[in-house]
């Protein structure tokens, strides 16, 4: 019995550290923080998450929410803002809803990363269906993510 409550013990610490996990700024190495610092000057609200290995800074920049991820050498990984649905590409927005009928729009954001092209994430729903969708510019499905409520609670938090 002594066995399995610490295999299962175990198996929750390994499942728990996948996740993201809010950190104080003195855990931020003075990389990651000088190039935040020099890429996002004006932001504001900042805070903290470890990401699996990188770290991601979730802030407001002239009042937009934004997050940045980077890695433990300063390297800038992606910027993720969030924009309105109005500002999505027309070829984006036909390519939802022909694709998508019937689901609701709960968040839209843009995603820039230093070595691909733009990407726009959509999240829809549908009852207790829910899924991220990542589409070019050009309006193409390039991955659908279920949504699972472990991800939307963290998010809460």
């Not at 092209?117 to 589409?135: A, D, H, T, V």
């Amino acid at each position: 019995m002594k066995k399995i409550i610490v295999v299962l013990s175990a198996c929750l610490l390994i499942s728990l550290m996948g996740y993201t996990q809010k950190i104080t700024p003195d855990k931020v190495p003075a990389p990651v923080k000088q190039a935040f610092a020099k890429k996002f000057p004006a932001a504001t609200d900042v805070k903290y998450e470890m990401e699996k290995k990188d770290y991601e800074i979730n802030f407001k920049d002239k009042g937009v929410e934004m997050s940045a991820n980077f890695d433990a050498t300063g390297k800038w990984l992606e910027t993720e803002t969030e924009i309105k649905q109005s500002d999505l590409p027309k070829k984006v927005s036909a390519s939802e809803a022909k694709n998508f009928t019937g689901f609701k729009i709960s968040e839209v954001a843009k995603v820039e990363t230093p070595d691909k092209e733009l990407i726009y994430e959509i999240e829809i729903k549908k009852g207790k269906e829910r899924n991220e969708i990542q589409f070019s510019p050009k309006g193409d499905i390039l991955k659908i993510t279920p949504v699972n409520k472990e991800k939307e609670e963290d998010e809460k938090h």
